[in-house]
């Protein structure tokens, strides 16, 4: 027999924050902590993985898992300067102090209200509070254009801050700079007091395909839930769905064995199995509602197969915690390299051409010709480093009219416009679906609908509107950051109003997608090329071999 002495408890209770929560009977909103039906939370809970993501479906209690182990690790010393929790906006972060930490500290007195303590005089308690020696942050990830410029950004809200651990909560509608400088705030982090050890945490449902979560989750280690039927089979419901899903006679659900087809009896019991174990740097879980006890896997496929008012994505994304992209919202690779053609990009053209160019430290150059109503050709894509060599190129390509970006670099974009002789208009996006292109002739500046033209770009591009020269590694590179937008619906929290946006994807280097659409824009102000005498002048060319990206 095993004897366990208070002093062995003690030890695993300030070791383990599963144990913690099970023996100090932790009151959550929904009752105390258990992991009956959940059993799936035991590993996350009591993991020591540097960094882990979540790519879930809605509930499943993986968000109150990161909190119970923050709470519990600044308890007892394991995260000795704090932990930085990080929302997308400050009205998140009140959301969440409201709603989750302040109901948490009222119902758990003895367990953790009593290691909480004031911050001290002016601190703002729904942002920062002291627990035990250490400090928990609340922050929001909004960022504000720094003096550095160049499109540098900078968060007064993490300067100062140290911390050893880090929790992205809804991590899809965060900004990649804000995470990255919350990771910089981690710099003399000692998790359990060993120096350079930290902990990073990103959990959320996921939104569109290539961005956010589903971004940490393609690079980590895959971990899905998998059951053993009763034959000794094991079974993914998500690897399996939708022919996994069977009806009983009563019209509920059940989840059925890959083998034997019999029902799995308790789906909540299984164990977590990785994809890519041979990953050792990011976790990643995956978790749906087939996984789940509270809800009918009939009812799943029925929304899945006749989706709630025609919405598939909220489907993928709340019940089967997938990424979903409508193909109106986001383009595929395979869309955008349908309409190459065979024809090399020539080394000059005679024009007339419209040219769009994106700028960035890295100027991202269009430049090609309008050969009928609302269709194109691409002649010329490449990066370039200055000015000059835009100039160079306009006057190669016999460019007439000419769209820029007239940020980050105001300046200089307007000394270039001052100093050409063809016409160019500099574009302001507005975020008024009311603003059609307007050019105005007095200062210079387009202003158009940011997701009217990205629409635009979008549609003229599946529709096969955009020719394309021949694939080569540039147009590969023109292809994959065309692709990094997704259209989205995000909803006003204070107004209610719904408002469509585009988001960035992937790398979230998306250049050649404005450049294309300012390119759309000086094509209107330039006559139409008929596609037989870009044929003829094409035969007197002279052809590039497959460029680099940069002149």
């Not at 995260?79 to 400050?90: A, D, R, S």
């Not at 909540?268 to 978790?287: C, E, M, N, Q």
Request: charged share 25%; with cysteine.
């Amino acid at each position: 027999m095993v004897v366990i002495n208070k002093q062995t408890i003690q030890d695993m209770i300030a070791y383990d924050a599963a144990t913690w929560a099970d023996i100090k009977k932790i009151k959550l909103q929904t009752g105390l902590w258990s992991a009956v039906n959940r059993e799936y939370l035991i590993e996350p809970m009591q993991s020591e993985a540097p960094k882990i993501c979540y790519m879930k479906a809605t509930g499943g209690g993986f968000s109150e898992t990161e909190i119970l182990k923050s709470i519990h690790g600044m308890i007892y010393g394991k995260y000795p300067q704090g932990v930085l929790y990080m929302f997308p906006t400050n009205n998140d972060v009140s959301d969440f102090s409201k709603s989750r930490f302040n109901p948490l500290i009222a119902a758990n007195k003895e367990a953790i209200g009593k290691y909480i303590k004031s911050a001290g005089k002016g601190t703002d308690s729904t942002t920062l509070k002291k627990v035990g020696s250490s400090f928990l942050y609340l922050r929001g990830a909004r960022l504000v254009p720094s003096d550095e410029g160049a499109g540098a950004k900078e968060s007064t809200k993490l300067m100062g801050i140290q911390v050893d651990r880090f929790v992205a909560d809804e991590t899809d509608p965060m900004d990649s700079d804000a995470i990255a400088k919350a990771r910089g705030r981690m710099g003399s982090a000692a998790v359990d007091g060993v120096k350079g050890r930290t902990e990073e945490v990103y959990v959320a449902n996921p939104s569109d395909e290539d961005r956010g979560i589903h971004i940490f989750w393609q690079k980590s280690d895959q971990r899905y839930w998998w059951n053993q039927c009763a034959c000794g089979a094991w079974t993914c419901a998500i690897k399996s769905f939708p022919d996994c899903v069977k009806l009983r006679p009563d019209g509920t659900g059940y989840i059925a064995c890959d083998k034997c087809g019999k029902e799995i009896e308790n789906r909540t019991k299984g164990r977590w199995i990785a994809d890519f174990p041979s990953i050792k740097d990011l976790v990643g879980y995956h978790w749906s509602h087939l996984n789940s006890a509270y809800h009918d896997p009939a009812r799943i496929l029925r929304d899945y197969t006749n989706p709630p008012e025609g919405n598939l994505g909220d489907v993928y994304r709340l019940d089967l915690g997938l990424p979903y992209s409508a193909r109106e919202d986001k383009l595929r690779k395979s869309d955008v390299l349908a309409n190459c053609s065979y024809d090399l990009m020539p080394e000059s053209f005679v024009g007339p051409c419209a040219m769009g160019v994106d700028i960035g430290k890295t100027k991202h150059v269009v430049i090609g010709i309008r050969t009928g109503n609302d269709r194109y050709e691409i002649l010329k894509i490449v990066q370039v480093q200055t000015f000059n060599q835009i100039h160079d190129l306009a006057r190669r390509y016999g460019v007439k009219s000419a769209v820029i970006d007239i940020r980050p670099y105001e300046d200089e974009a307007r000394n270039f416009q001052k100093q050409e002789n063809y016409k160019i208009f500099l574009c302001e996006y507005t975020d008024s679906p009311l603003q059609e292109a307007d050019f105005n002739d007095n200062n210079g500046i387009v202003k158009t609908y940011r997701t009217g033209i990205l629409d635009q770009t979008h549609r003229l591009m599946l529709n096969g509107q955009i020719k394309l020269p021949r694939q080569n590694p540039v147009v590969e590179e023109f292809t994959r950051q065309y692709c990094n937008t997704a259209k989205s619906k995000e909803t006003n929290k204070k107004t209610g109003q719904i408002i469509y946006r585009y988001n960035q994807t992937g790398t979230g280097e998306d250049h050649y997608r404005h450049a294309t659409g300012y390119f759309v824009l000086a094509a209107h102000r330039c006559r139409t090329t008929s596609a037989k005498s870009v044929y003829n002048e094409r035969s007197h060319q002279k052809f590039a071999k497959h460029e680099t990206v940069k002149l």
